[in-house]
């Protein structure tokens, strides 16, 4: 059983470009979370998703970023226009089960660098 | 709002010593606990969580946690620490009934041969 699988590991991208990252979760499970970790700082959950549906979004930035989790295919983190302080490193997670006491396993990342 | 303290941000310990990395939390409502591991460029690897019953937790790679709700704290130890152990920790919190994890800063454990 595969684990979390994020593509791609490493992304540049140059200022005002648009960034995709892709995050295909453990077989079965049907609930994936988004966390941006910055440099020397923990973690930062962005958003939470089940198929076709956002349940939670509240630490989504306002503008330039999208999340979707769509019926068949990886969730999708979109970044729009891209800028220096958006460099970080993106962990997708998923749990087979909503409730905070179901395991959410995580993915290696996308570590974006944006030139 | 819920919030996690890791007082120590990098933690150098020799082969064969005891550890131990301290976490605490601060919530209005009851919360679970848990640690996770970060190694070089990876994801994280869950240590341990705490959900209820016995303070004293153990999890993966002789890791073992206790939970004190006087002093909100639930620090994590390990009696002899190895040279793989080199990694990242992460202290993280998530409030009954929600699903987002809080995280703490982390501690960089760096064992000296």
């Known amino acids: 059983n595969a684990g979390v699988m994020q593509n791609p590991r490493h992304l540049v991208r140059r200022r005002g470009q648009e960034a995709r990252l892709r995050c295909s979760p453990m077989?079965?499970?049907?609930?994936v979370y988004w966390y941006r970790q910055l440099p020397e700082e923990g973690l930062k959950f962005m958003v939470y998703l089940q198929k076709e549906n956002i349940i939670d979004e509240s630490g989504m930035p306002k503008e330039r970023f999208s999340a979707e989790f769509p019926k068949e295919g990886p969730s999708i983190l979109r970044i729009q226009q891209v800028v220096r302080g958006d460099s970080a490193a993106y962990f997708c997670?998923?749990?087979?089960?909503?409730?905070?006491?179901?395991?959410?396993?995580f993915g290696q990342g996308t570590r974006l660098t944006v030139v | 709002a819920q919030s996690v303290t890791q007082l120590d941000s990098q933690v150098p310990v020799f082969e064969e010593a005891p550890v131990e990395l301290r976490c605490n939390y601060s919530?209005?409502?009851?919360?679970?606990l848990f640690w996770y591991v970060q190694y070089p460029n990876q994801g994280l690897q869950l240590l341990l969580k705490y959900l209820s019953g016995s303070t004293l937790v153990k999890g993966i790679n002789g890791f073992e946690a206790e939970f004190n709700k006087s002093q909100t704290s639930f620090h994590l130890r390990k009696p002899s620490v190895h040279i793989s152990d080199t990694a990242e920790y992460f202290c993280a919190v998530i409030k009954f009934g929600n699903e987002k994890l809080t995280f703490g800063t982390g501690t960089r454990l760096t064992i000296i041969p």
């Open positions: 077989k079965g499970h049907s609930h």
């Open positions: 997670a998923s749990s087979l089960d909503r409730g905070g006491g179901t395991e959410a396993f």
């Open positions: 919530s209005s409502v009851s919360v679970y």
